[in-house]
């Protein structure tokens, strides 16, 4: 088997938007024998917010990673500016559990990964209480985690993630264990921080309300070995508030998911 990694981000475009990830036919066999992927190719634009919808073990996390670079693919290609990136800067992820420092303050978790790319902690004061006040935390600094509630836990790793500026944003399930009304205020609070810029973001969720509320594009995966079975757009403006999820949009759009997901599910059911 050859595997071909690109090396360039300037790619094909989106919609007529520059495409800034790019997945081609990708194949994902791990060490194990498991064969996570089958076959995956998708786009993301330049400041597009993509979410991944669909069961569980369906592979939605690999394809993260292989964004990321944590993990290479068995065949096809990736294309993502974590490629080429040597600093570390442009791809920031956001993990379903928060993955605070427990020994370090609010302030020193977010300074983390500006001081693993030199910053000392009086050059990025600045830049970390900017991003503290952004997600609601300005009065937090030099709160330690056991202090903070489960929202708040999340904020503090939403703000690591921001700080250094990452042209993508990767979030894989970051809301799925907060309760309802933490995860609804969230979800308000997450598209005011995206909107506007041009990073792109990729968000990993089970939840359709919540693929639904966020994105401008919708990316059904079918049960392992994962692929994009279906494509659903969100066709409606920012901002959107609370209000947007009473609309007969929001509603359409839920009702289109929940069918395309429960086919997703159900194809994983029938014999091979």
């Known amino acids: 088997m050859t595997t071909r990694v690109a090396s360039v ?106 001081r693993l790319q030199g910053q000392s902690r009086l050059d990025a004061q600045a830049v970390i209480t900017r991003v503290l006040e952004q997600v609601g935390l300005g009065e937090f600094h030099h709160t330690y985690p056991a202090q903070l509630s489960g929202g708040m836990k999340m904020r503090v790793s939403i703000a690591r993630a921001l700080v250094s500026q990452p042209q993508v944003l990767l979030m894989d399930e970051p809301f799925a264990a907060l309760d309802d009304i933490t995860r609804q205020r969230l979800n308000v609070d997450l598209l005011t921080w995206w909107h506007g810029q041009s990073m792109s973001a990729m968000f990993v969720t089970h939840n359709v309300a919540e693929a639904v509320f966020l994105s401008q594009r919708v990316l059904v995966m079918g049960a392992r070995p994962g692929k994009v079975v279906a494509e659903v757009r969100i066709e409606q403006p920012y901002p959107r508030d609370v209000s947007f999820r009473q609309t007969t949009a929001f509603i359409h759009h839920c009702l289109m998911l929940s069918h395309a997901l429960d086919e997703a599910s159900s194809d994983g059911m029938k014999p091979r």
């Open 9 to 114: 981000i300037e790619i094909d475009d989106v919609d007529g938007h520059l495409a800034m990830i790019e997945l081609n036919d990708v194949t994902k066999r791990f060490d194990s024998g498991l064969l996570a992927l089958g076959g995956v190719s998708l786009s993301v634009a330049q400041g597009e917010f993509v979410t991944i919808l669909g069961p569980s073990g369906c592979g939605k996390s690999t394809v993260l990673k292989l964004v990321a670079g944590l993990v290479m693919p068995t065949e096809g290609t990736v294309v993502s500016p974590a490629q080429t990136d040597q600093t570390g800067r442009s791809t920031a992820y956001v993990f379903q559990e928060p993955t605070l420092l427990p020994w370090a303050t609010v302030f020193d978790n977010v300074w983390l990964p500006l």
